[in-house]
């Protein structure tokens, strides 16, 4: 996932605008998903083609810009890598509006945080008004609550939702599936206090359209959202964050699936909360 509005200096980027989508028109009539073995080259090229996470993430990067400073209350430095292997300790056993919370007010209740926080801030429903304010007043803290909902609708405005095919409802157009899932890879904590912890998630996604005549076929990515947290209201909340690109594997030569399979995928298929 590649953006490059605003980015700040160093790895990490924050965005200050919606950035820019390129949409790919089928070469003939039919499913654009194929069904043919893809080569390589077509999944570089697939790569190339800056989809709906880039608008998606973009915008919330602009409506979250100005919203505090990263944790300095306490916070240590550099930390050494933790073991990757999870640890098995259960995350949660509960969810508020459908988003994981509760959190143990530890080092690996602040990755887990973050872990499920990443997936909701680029889930589908956070372009569907009626979700957006119930996602936004339970990943963020209270004091960023108002103003960040009042830049989400107006970034989620007519215009942005027609480029990405989507109704002023945040729903495709029928006989279409809109796909925006991110799947974590793993977690780190660079920094972490009692009060304050900044947390690098590694995940994958699929975002597009699924549909035969649909000119934005859903693809993969792959990125590193960071995100600076805060022990709010006895659970850990997200104050700011930020997001780059990769790290990125060598694509496989896969199969193409066809539009069907990807839209009964994402209706079969069920989320995870995530834990460390």
């Known amino acids: 996932m590649s953006l490059g509005d605003g980015a700040s200096g160093g790895g990490d980027r924050e965005y200050g605008g919606v950035g820019q989508t390129r949409t790919r028109l089928p070469d003939r009539g039919g499913d ?13 090229g697939l790569i190339t083609v800056v989809g709906v996470v880039v608008l998606l993430i973009a915008a919330i990067a602009f409506a ?3 919203g505090g400073d990263s944790p300095s209350d306490g916070s240590h430095g550099k930390r050494a890598p933790a073991p990757t ?3 098995g300790t259960h995350p949660v056993q509960s969810k508020t509006n459908d988003i994981p919370s509760g959190f143990a007010h530890d080092e690996q209740g602040a ?5 499920n926080y990443a997936v909701a801030l680029v889930s589908a429903d956070i372009l569907k ?13 209270p004091d960023q609550v108002s103003a960040l909902e009042d830049k989400l609708n107006k970034a989620y405005n007519k215009d942005f939702l027609d480029k990405i095919g989507l109704d002023e409802n945040g729903n ?3 006989g279409h599936t809109y796909v925006s899932r991110a799947m974590p890879i793993g977690t780190k904590t660079p920094q972490y206090s009692d009060t304050a912890a900044t947390v690098e998630v590694w ?3 699929v975002f597009g359209t699924a549909g035969e005549d649909s000119t934005n076929p859903v693809s993969s990515d792959w990125f590193t959202m960071t995100l600076q947290l ?19 594997p060598v694509n496989g030569d896969n199969k193409i699936s066809t539009s069907g399979e990807i839209s009964k995928a994402v209706e079969e298929f069920g989320g995870f909360t995530y834990a460390r």
């Open 32 to 44: 654009v998903y194929g069904g043919a073995r893809r080569s390589r080259s077509s999944s570089r």
């Open 85 to 87: 292997a999870a640890s």
């Open 129 to 141: 008004p009626a979700r957006r304010s119930e996602i936004v007043q339970q990943v963020f803290v």
């Open 64 to 66: 979250n810009r100005g």
């Open 111 to 115: 990755q887990s945080a973050a872990a």
């Open 172 to 174: 495709p157009a029928a």
């Open 203 to 205: 995940c994958t996604g």
């Open 230 to 248: 805060h022990w709010s209201g006895g659970d850990w909340k997200v104050d700011t964050f930020s997001q780059k690109s990769g790290p990125a």
